[in-house]
T-cell receptor
Framework: QKEVEQDPGPLSVPEGAIVSLNCTYS??????FMWYRQYSRKGPELLMY????GNKEDGRFTAQVDKSSKYISLFIRDSQPSDSATYLC????????????FGKGMKLTVNP | NAGVMQNPRHLVRRRGQEARLRCSPM?????VYWYRQLPEEGLKFMVY????????ESGMPKERFSAEFPKEGPSILRIQQVVRGDSAAYFC??????????????FGPGTRLTVL
């Protein structure tokens, strides 16, 4: 079983839709949970990070972590064509500066 | 504040040649990480360095790959005797002094290595 599992998609939605992206993980030591956005042929850009369980909201983006189920989610409200990118979940251990373990990434296309 | 800088952005090598990839972390960041992204794959951790120290190299292939982060200058990822399977995007990330909550990693634009 891989440490982090993420459905690679692709996912195509109409503009304005609510998008839900998910990852599961197997390593109980993970404490930091992050979502990165990566445009084609660019480096990953940090979108959201969450420490331990709970929700975090930033504008149209909401990140959720459920440690009991080892499941994390990213919700995008009122999706825009500019949100079209690959979304990667990433996790690390208690130190915060430890190596990140990534999911494969989900390619999202938002159609105008 | 300039972000993480990597050069070259694109590198073409023939099989058997050496590849040197450079990474300059963000100002004030003393931790550097290297990741590799193979086609259709997620990013895989390779190595974690602080100035003059390798902290974790558990993701580095046992042969041909090495990394350093000298006291002065950029971090270098070196691949000797490249093979076609080394073709990938190599990303560098940096983070500030460790030990604090949410010292998250910020990524550079990557170096795309093509081995002919």
């Amino acid at each position: 079983q891989k440490e982090v599992e993420q459905d690679p998609g692709p996912l195509s939605v109409p503009e304005g839709a609510i998008v839900s992206l998910n990852c599961t993980y197997s390593n109980s030591a993970f404490q930091y949970f992050m979502w990165y956005r990566q445009y084609s042929r660019k480096g990953p850009e940090l979108l959201m990070y969450t420490y331990s369980s709970g929700n975090k909201e930033d504008g149209r983006f909401t990140a959720q972590v459920d440690k009991s189920s080892k499941y994390i989610s990213l919700f995008i409200r009122d999706s825009q064509p500019s949100d079209s990118a690959t979304y990667l979940c990433a996790m690390s251990g208690a130190g915060g500066s430890e190596k990140l373990v990534f999911g494969k990434g989900m390619k999202l296309t938002v159609n105008p | 504040n300039a972000g993480v800088m990597q050069n070259p952005r694109h590198l073409v090598r023939r099989r058997g040649q050496e590849a040197r990839l450079r990474c300059s972390p963000m100002k004030g960041h003393s931790h550097v990480y290297w990741y590799r992204q193979l086609p259709e794959e997620g990013l895989k951790f390779m190595v974690y360095l602080q100035k003059e120290n390798i902290i974790d190299e558990s993701g580095m292939p046992k042969e041909r790959f090495s990394a350093e982060f000298p006291k002065e200058g950029p971090s270098i990822l070196r691949i000797q005797q490249v093979v076609r399977g080394d073709s990938a995007a190599y990303f560098c990330a940096s983070s500030p002094w460790g030990g604090r909550i949410a010292d998250t990693q910020y990524f550079g634009p990557g170096t795309r290595l093509t081995v002919l």
